[in-house]
């Protein structure tokens, strides 16, 4: 009998909550069923024609590698969109190309944290940071921080409770993901203060950034505390420009420390793909105010009408995000993971099945979130009605099924 | 003062030999110095005609997330192009699609060891391994092996001498980088049978695979050892079809608990880039075997051009290596990294200077490769050329000088 055994920390990594039904989907689609897809954030958005420019016109002989920190026209063009915005005077000194948020995010974890050190973390929390976590042998310490709590974040006390002497950052997804709640700048002025006060990194997932509703002006932490050294902010076009599959993200941070260190990793996976950066460069150069000013309308409308479409089910609980594109939703089950299931394998409606994601997989708690969807409003009006009706069926059958 | 610190791990990260003097050649190139580069596996020859199509054709108004596993038009062309030239029986589940072969070797250095955990490698070794150690926490245990023993890896008795029972992996990367080495069967089947004698996984990096000369044929380690679940198998097609800036790349495995493991991470950082795996696709599946066997004959056209142009160089030692496209060779001076800075910072011949990466940061071992450099034989013939002379002359000049 074989010893080979894989580590403990990939037995460890869980499956993605968001992606895990993703095999029964297919088999749904297969079978001919129209599959609703509100468990991830692939918005249904065209992306920019500026960004499509921009890869015709990368088509070169030799598709060479870029720099390991990443294109300097794409830093150049993306530090140029942010202080436009925010008047944050970033230069390319301070800005790192990177696979998506996701690998500007690993390598935070990897720079501020050795193995069995801690970060806290708001739970429910983006379930990819658990991920993350898993690879890199960083402990989450989750604050309960349910979305109907009417703020973004706890008070300064309860957070100070969490802080130990492992304690290394807090990390907060501002637009929140999967709760929609919005930091004010009262509170992230406590996350600022609180992090000099204490030594800890703040690292400030911004991916949804632009995504604020009912007239909220976006916000970037640096312009709250400019060029402060504890703060790393993660950036990504994915969801802003519907790029999902560029995979262009950054890290921007005045630390320089922390910027060589995670140059250096950057440095050990050579580069980023070379005709999205192009393209990216093009695009954030090029493409005037309109696309987010009317993304922003259209994502503020498919979210009243998401919410508006769960209020009609009975039984089912939400409540209205600020930010982001998506939301937590209680259905009137016990286990919104077997619901999910049962929605993908055995049930349609008018041809149709909707996709969703169980929300436990979001919580660190894992007393919380069982009854719990997320959805995310990526689709456009008419589907979003659609994939919750479905939904509202679902629930119908369901009840009766069991 | 603030006790804001980074990682342990994150200062151990060492920058990268290969882009290390980066900046310096930046600047000669500023200042109007024509900089040849050896230092780095960036080949100027053009890539596939089939791949500039395949990115053309996947220009699409939404460029949405691929699957985590990778898309399955690129999978299927690229197990059906493996299947045609080694006979593996590859299917959809023995391959991941990763960013580059550095993410695929990421994977596998986290599936296989727990931090404090061994992978036996041979030294010298692709500096970007050690990279890779530190970000996880893996021991990378060095055999000496230099360029000249004659052969690809050390007899099976002194291999085995290094193995702990904290040893997990043997890792050999075949045709070898930085020194040309390739591994003929008896060598592999030493390496198929310790490992499955040991319980270690034989993680083989073959990148170069198709880059072997003087007739030899191309081998993919699962042909001497089909299906065997200890083995992964780390491919790539930056090297192989000059697209080092499409970050495409894959591990192949029979092992259902490594690749189970694997995905969950690739699950976390969500999917590789979408428009360069329809591209790849398209090109893998359309592309005929001229492309190899012209690259082939130009790369050994370059080696003989690049040794032979050594040799006549007073104090020069270097060999011919087997394949790959990269050797070693040892100068007349005492520090070979100061002697590249030298090259780049102070130096020109005939308006031209030659970027060169030291050896030393490819060999463990903190005494060995002082007084050599790596040099990629990537430029066309007249290129080499002239810049092994720049070499030449950048020695008379740099013994004079000191």
Not at 121 to 140: K, M, Q
Not at 218 to 241: G, M, Y
């Amino acid at each position: 009998m074989s010893e080979l055994k894989i580590s403990h920390r990939a037995e460890k990594t869980p499956p993605s909550p968001i992606r895990k039904l993703a095999g029964l989907a297919q088999a749904a689609a297969d079978r001919g069923t129209h599959v609703y897809r509100l468990n991830i954030g692939q918005p249904d958005l065209r992306s920019p024609v500026e960004f499509l420019e921009g890869v015709a016109n990368s088509i070169n002989p030799v598709v060479a590698y870029e720099a390991s920190k990443g294109s300097s026209k794409l830093i150049g063009a993306w530090s140029e969109y942010l202080n436009r915005g925010y008047n944050l005077g970033i230069t390319a000194e301070q800005m790192l190309i990177t696979m998506g948020a996701s690998e500007a995010l690993i390598f935070a974890f990897m720079v501020c944290c050795d193995p069995g050190d801690e970060i806290l973390i708001f739970d429910p929390t983006y379930a990819n940071y658990i991920g993350f976590s898993a690879i890199s042998g960083v402990r989450l310490v989750p604050l309960p921080c349910p979305p109907r709590l009417g703020k973004a974040i706890p008070s300064r006390e309860e957070i100070s409770r969490y802080i130990s002497p492992y304690t290394r950052a807090i990390l907060v997804c501002n637009p929140n993901n999967p709760t929609g709640s919005v930091c004010d700048d009262n509170e992230l002025k406590t996350l600022i203060e609180l992090c000099r006060e204490r030594d800890l990194f703040l690292i400030v997932d911004e991916t949804y950034r632009e995504y604020v509703f009912d007239n909220t002006k976006p916000r970037c932490v640096f312009e709250l505390a400019p060029r402060d050294p504890n703060i790393i902010v993660v950036d990504s076009l994915s969801k802003r420009f519907s790029l999902c599959g560029a995979r262009v993200g950054c890290m921007i941070t005045w630390n320089q420390d922390v910027m060589r260190a995670a140059f250096h990793i950057a440095q050990a996976r050579l580069a980023a793909a070379t005709i999205e950066q192009d393209a990216a460069a093009h695009m954030l150069s090029s493409i005037g105010e309109d696309y987010l000013f009317e993304a922003r309308g259209e994502y503020q409308r498919r979210r009243d009408t998401a919410v508006k479409a769960l209020a009609e089910i009975p039984g089912v609980e939400t409540y209205t995000p600020e930010g982001g594109f998506y939301l937590l939703a209680k259905l009137p089950v016990d286990d919104a993971e077997k619901f999910a299931t049962f929605m993908l394998r055995e049930f349609e409606y008018q041809g149709a099945a909707t996709f969703v994601a169980p929300a436990a997989g979001f919580y660190m708690n894992r007393e919380m979130g069982r009854q719990e969807i997320r959805i995310a409003f990526v689709l456009n009006e008419g589907d979003t009605k659609k994939a919750i009706e479905v939904i509202g069926a679902g629930l119908k059958a369901y009840g009766a099924n069991r």
